[in-house]
């Protein structure tokens, strides 16, 4: 699923592997859920053409769901 970050929010990152890092999402940016969004804790996030973690309470606090238009 698609969303709008409304508001700046952390994320982690394991980039190389074994090494974390902190990450912020800014506000406008467009991140896509991987994971299943109604579980709870970490979920994965398409950001950046990468993939970084953050707990989906964030996600859902700070961002804003975008639907697909219909083509």
Known sequence: ????????????????????????????????VKSDPQRSGLVDIEYEGGIVAAFIRDVLAHCERVEAKAT
């Open 1 to 32: 699923m698609r969303y709008l970050v409304n508001d700046p929010f952390m994320a982690i990152r394991d980039q190389p592997p074994g090494q974390f890092s902190f990450v912020t999402l800014a506000c406008g940016e467009m991140i896509v």
